[in-house]
T-cell receptor, first 112, second 114 residues
Framework: GENVEQHPSTLSVQEGDSAVIKCTYS??????FPWYKQELGKRPQLIID?????GEKKDQRIAVTLNKTAKHFSLHITETQPEDSAVYFC???????????FGTGTRLKVLA | ETGVTQSPTHLIKTRGQQVTLRCSSQ?????VSWYQQALGQGPQFIFQ???????GRGNFPPRFSGLQFPNYSSELNVNALELDDSALYLC?????????????FGEGSRLTVL
């Protein structure tokens, strides 16, 4: 069935270092890949997304890359700050369907 | 522009009881999706409503049901509650005409079943 695997489950980095979170999806018809940030007790919020016709997208310190052949996509955060600490979820959606398949989440801790 | 609001924020039920969770969609959005997020897991799709009709369902039993009203608000009903139903229930609204269907989540309703 449809599945999105996400790694690592936890990630600790020093402030100022980079963080990378990777996801793999199974449905080859997936064409939209958002990333959500969820702080403790808060709602998931979209931080960046990428469509299947693009290989890379950047927004200030955050970037996402997509490898359609390998069905991989990754979130890159540079110059991490303590406020980046949260749980990050990747997701995949097939535009012909209505549902998002989420990864299991990565708890990122940025150490000051 | 108002965001997605959910009620109640927290509730405790016992096994076998029934629960109704409510969601008001973001202004201008006509589609509502419900997700279940167990502790330490990603959100799992329950179902989606578009123009008052269910137009997609995940792998959840029939005791999970829902409604969408003419103002696009929605309810999630769960009958015969089980311990494993304990989770954060997230409502997300989107605009059906948006090709990405970007989801805007509410803060969630945390259900504990004892």
């Amino acid at each position: 069935g449809e599945n999105v695997e996400q790694h690592p489950s936890t990630l600790s980095v020093q402030e100022g270092d980079s963080a990378v979170i990777k996801c793999t999806y199974s449905d080859s018809a997936s064409n939209y890949f958002p990333w959500y940030k969820q702080e403790l007790g808060k709602r998931p919020q979209l931080i960046i997304d990428i469509r299947s016709n693009v290989g890379e997208k950047k927004d200030q310190r955050i970037a996402v890359t997509l490898n359609k052949t390998a069905k991989h996509f990754s979130l890159h955060i540079t110059e991490t700050q303590p406020e980046d600490s949260a749980v990050y979820f990747c997701a995949a959606r097939n535009s012909g369907t209505y549902k998002y398949i989420f990864g299991t989440g990565t708890r990122l801790k940025v150490l000051a | 522009e108002t965001g997605v609001t959910q009620s109640p924020t927290h509730l405790i039920k016992t096994r076998g009881q029934q629960v109704t969770l409510r969601c008001s969609s973001q202004s201008g959005h006509n589609t509502v999706s419900w997700y279940q997020q167990a502790l330490g897991q990603g959100p799992q799709f329950i179902f989606q409503y578009y123009r008052e009709e269910e137009n997609g369902r995940g792998n959840f039993p029939p005791r999970f049901s829902g409604l969408q009203f003419p103002n696009y608000s929605s309810e999630l009903n769960v009958n015969a509650l089980e311990l494993d139903d304990s989770a954060l229930y997230l409502c997300a609204s989107s605009h059906g005409g948006d090709s990405t269907g970007e989801l805007f989540f509410g803060e969630g309703s945390r259900l504990t079943v004892l």
